[in-house]
């Protein structure tokens, strides 16, 4: 395995390896991706054995321009107000975090699609990533770079961690700008639907064309990882930390007192205060590991550092064996809900399903 940073050189290199079938990790604006060369099958079933993941979860097929929509799409049987809004929003939110489903051409192999005839489509936010795909055949089949179930890694020295020994090679990207994964979005029946609530705000996509459903399943109704077709992101336990985690309200989260072995994970510095206040003289305060993902209490901010923050409290976990910088151990996390607007949807979606 190789581990480059992002350079000409390199781009090519990962680029070749993508034409000859192999796996290479790239950086994106949302989380790093493990790809293949979408049209190519054999590529796209080592994606599969390298994550671990089940053959039912369908792929995201990353393009570097709308119109390679021509040869990986079959636009022919969308409806006329479908390719309305379809051009709206790729015009909108592309490149960037919005994957919208779409009927796949006979180019893109069902294996990559888990059978389905639609595929999700999406161009990246990122030069490294559009370059990459340039070079590489235009189109790059690629979940998230982590072990299925794990979370997404946000830096590449997460996917050195887990996968070096499953690709060919990683492109080292720093880490992501938006922090979350892409909104995934169906636009081919009458209502619009967020299948997994991400980067891009729901309501920036009904701004832009009227009322969107929210169909990501709740996490009640979540199936597990057994039977039946499921998308990975609509999994009850999903993007899990190691370290067990348990999802509190603002309300709840400030009225918990301290125990040992919990870090707390505040959404803002003001729900942080509010907690610190309502300690005992007696707690051991430089001995809990706190964090907030915003001080401000800002969304896209808090989605930005929301799973680099996960990583970096996994890390003192005893499962891990290694602890945090004052010699602390973390046996749980208690994490405070974000506000469910803006980057808050997704945030508090992979929350639910890290406690699960
Ligand atoms: O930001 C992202 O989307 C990242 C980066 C690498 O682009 N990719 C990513 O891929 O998160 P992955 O495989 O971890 O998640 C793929 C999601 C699944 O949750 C699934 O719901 C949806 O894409 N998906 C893919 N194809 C679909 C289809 N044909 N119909 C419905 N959902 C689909
Ligand atoms: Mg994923």
Same mark, same amino acid.
């Given at each position: 395995m190789e581990f480059l940073p992002v350079s000409q050189g390199s781009l090519l290199r990962a680029a070749e390896v993508l034409r000859r079938g192999g796996l290479a990790v790239f950086p994106t604006e949302t989380v790093y991706g493990l790809g293949?060369?979408?049209?190519n099958a054999a590529a796209v079933a080592k994606v599969f054995e390298a994550k671990g993941r089940p053959r039912f979860d369908p792929l995201i097929i990353h393009i570097a321009?709308?119109?390679t929509l021509e040869h990986?799409?079959?636009? =022919?049987?969308?409806?006329e107000e479908t390719k309305q809004k379809l051009s709206l929003l790729a015009k909108e939110f592309w490149p960037g975090p919005l994957s919208i489903v779409l009927p796949k051409s006979?180019?893109?192999?069902g294996i990559a699609t888990a059978g389905l005839s639609t595929a999700a489509f999406r161009i990246p936010d990122h030069d490294a990533a559009l370059k990459l795909i340039s070079l590489s055949g235009g189109a790059v089949a690629a979940p998230s770079a982590n072990p299925f179930g794990a979370l997404s890694p946000t830096r590449a020295e997460y996917v050195r961690d887990t996968l070096s020994e499953k690709v060919d090679i990683i492109l080292d990207g720093g =880490?992501?700008?938006?922090?979350v994964e892409s909104t995934v979005l169906d636009i081919m029946s009458d209502s619009v639907k967020i299948l997994r609530p991400g980067g891009t705000p729901k309501e920036a996509i009904e701004k832009l064309i009227g009322p969107v459903e929210d169909n990501a399943p709740s996490i009640e109704s979540a199936p597990s990882t057994e039977g039946g077709f499921i998308s990975p992101g609509q999994l009850k336990s999903h993007y899990a930390p190691k370290t067990p985690l348990k999802v509190f309200s603002r309300e709840e989260i400030i009225n918990l007192s301290y125990k040992k072995g919990i870090a707390f994970l505040f959404f803002d510095s003001c729900a942080r205060d509010e907690w610190l206040k309502a300690q005992t003289a007696d707690t051991p305060i430089k001995e809990v590991a706190i964090r907030v993902l915003s001080k401000s209490g800002n969304t896209t901010e808090a989605a930005a550092c929301f799973f680099e923050t996960l990583h970096e409290l996994d890390k003192c976990n005893t499962v891990n064996s290694r602890n945090l910088e004052n010699g602390l151990e973390i046996l749980c996390i208690y994490a405070q809900f974000a506000p469910q607007e803006g980057l808050g949807a997704a945030i508090n979606d992979r929350l639910r399903r890290a406690g699960a």
């Open positions: 293949a060369d979408a049209y321009a709308a119109e990986a799409a079959d636009l =022919s049987m969308l409806t006979e180019k893109i192999p =880490s992501t700008k938006i922090g």
